[in-house]
């Protein structure tokens, strides 16, 4: 499968505290991308780093790339139960693909209790 | 809002049957992609259509096909419907071919009964 790996497949956190998401990705990559999705709704795009990149800030998210070992991480800071979701690495394959398609993690459930 | 319309929200049906699943893309979008989510599977690739030609195939089945007219929304077809079928299925519409940020429809929950 051309699929990555998110770690962890859960996490549970109180209120305030950070959330670290991380992802794995098998092949080059132009661009990665991080998306949220609430329950059973349409995924929400977050945040955009490209491979020449080594991290990136957007408001409580921070997120850091490194292509040699194809592996991403997202943070967020000081989470709200608003931040209860699932969120997503993509990657786009790279050079090998010519269209736009999207290769998607498993996620990562994120719980975020008051 | 993510300015990409799906409909119908959920759609059940039986097996053997057949579906269309409806998208429009945000204003001036060119390109079309539709996904599968399933609990087993993931959020898979199905194919992309860019300003009305196909552009990019996944792992579509034969049973599924799909097009885009020249107003430039997208219908997704699928055919003699099986159990495992039964999925969130996703459009989503980017400017360009490639490497964009993509924007989500809310999804079509298909049950195949």
């Known amino acids: 499968s051309q699929q990555g790996e998110e770690d962890p497949q859960a996490l549970s956190i109180q209120e305030g505290e950070n959330a670290t998401m991380n992802c794995s990705y098998k092949t080059s990559i132009n661009n990665l991308q991080w998306y949220r999705q609430n329950s059973g709704r349409g995924l929400v795009h977050l945040i955009l780093?490209?491979?020449?990149?080594r991290e990136k800030h957007s408001g409580r998210l921070r997120v850091t790339l490194d292509t040699s070992k194809k592996s991403s991480s997202l943070l967020i800071t000081a989470s709200r139960a608003a931040d209860t979701a699932s969120y997503f690495c993509a990657t786009d394959g790279g050079m090998a693909n010519q269209g736009g398609k999207l290769i998607f993690g498993q996620g990562t459930e994120l719980s975020v209790k008051p | 809002d993510s300015g990409v319309t799906q409909t119908p929200k959920h759609l059940i049906t039986a097996t053997g049957q057949r579906v269309t699943l409806r998208c429009s893309p945000r204003s001036g979008d060119l390109s079309v992609y539709w996904y599968q989510q399933s609990l087993d599977q993931g959020l898979q690739f199905l194919i992309q259509y860019y300003n009305g030609e196909e552009r990019a195939k996944g792992n579509i089945l034969e049973r599924f096909s799909a097009q885009q007219f020249p107003d430039l929304h997208s219908e997704l077809n699928l055919s003699s419907l099986e159990l495992g079928d039964s999925a969130l299925y996703f459009c989503?519409?980017?400017?360009?071919?490639?490497?964009?940020?993509?924007?989500f429809g809310a999804g079509t929950r298909l049950s195949v009964l």
């Open positions: 989503a519409s980017s400017p360009g071919i490639a490497k964009n940020i993509q924007y």
């Open positions: 780093i490209r491979s020449n990149e």
